[in-house]
């Protein structure tokens, strides 16, 4: 069983640069989201999708895009790194709220420094 | 912001010590949701919370939703060692957005 998977595990990159953070799941769930997580911040939302070609905002989404063009990816674009956006980043799927569930189910993280 | 204060942000106890920790928003919630993180992990889910009022328990962990959608709490019973690690509350709104507080960070002192 795969879950959640999330590629690169770690990254470094210079300020400027941009990347992508890949997420894939494998439970065909419908919704699927990109947090961070710093010291003492707890995990932050940044964007989040009900479905493919659906996304919206979170809490931090300044700096990051995303897209959703297939059930099973969420790909996370930083444009222009920053300093600022070193930190651990989770991918999480879940199913829908009308299913009566809330477990979202969480990738491994991606630790990315930016220097 | 987030909108989601959960406090203590840090518990030092000693083994054997029930604890309580809580989560308060001013916004309604249709589900609450806590979640465990160990070290170099992500979060588990610990209890899911689906109605108001509603009061579960797994294993030692004992948890419920608030009448007013606004708080949930949870209480672990007779702490042991692999307690450790820090505890999330979560609540997912009707759009299906789902936020996390900050976290309680337990400590068990030897």
């Known amino acids: 069983n795969a879950g959640v998977t999330q590629t690169p595990k770690f990254q470094v990159l210079k300020t400027g640069q941009s990347m992508t953070l890949q997420c894939a799941q494998d439970?065909?769930?419908?919704?699927m989201s990109w947090y961070r997580q710093d010291p003492g911040m707890g995990l932050r939302l940044i964007h989040y999708s009900v479905g493919a070609g659906i996304t919206d905002q979170g809490e931090v989404p300044n700096g990051y895009n995303v897209s959703r063009s297939t059930t099973e990816d969420f790909p996370l674009r930083l444009l222009s790194a920053a300093p600022s956006q070193t930190s651990v980043y989770f991918c999480?799927?879940?199913?829908?709220?009308?299913?009566?569930?809330?477990?979202?189910?969480f990738g491994e993280g991606s630790r990315l420094t930016v220097l | 912001g987030q909108q989601l204060n959960q406090s203590p942000q840090s518990m030092f106890i000693q083994e054997g010590e029930d604890v309580s920790m809580n989560c308060t928003s001013s916004?309604?919630?249709?589900?609450w949701l806590w979640y465990k993180q160990d070290p170099g992990e992500g979060p588990v889910l610990l209890i899911a919370l689906y109605k108001a009022g509603e009061l579960t328990s797994n294993g030692r962990l004992t948890a419920q939703f608030g009448i007013t959608r606004k708080d949930s709490f949870l209480n672990i019973s007779a702490s042991i060692p692999s307690d450790v690690g820090i505890y999330f509350c979560?609540?997912?709104?009707?759009?299906?957005?789902?936020?996390f507080g900050k976290g309680t960070r337990l400590h068990i002192l030897p």
């Open positions: 916004s309604i919630f249709n589900t």
């Open positions: 999480a799927s879940s199913r829908r709220l009308i299913a009566n569930t809330g477990e979202l189910f």
């Open positions: 979560a609540g997912r709104k009707r759009d299906d957005k789902i936020i």
């Open positions: 439970m065909n769930h419908e919704y």
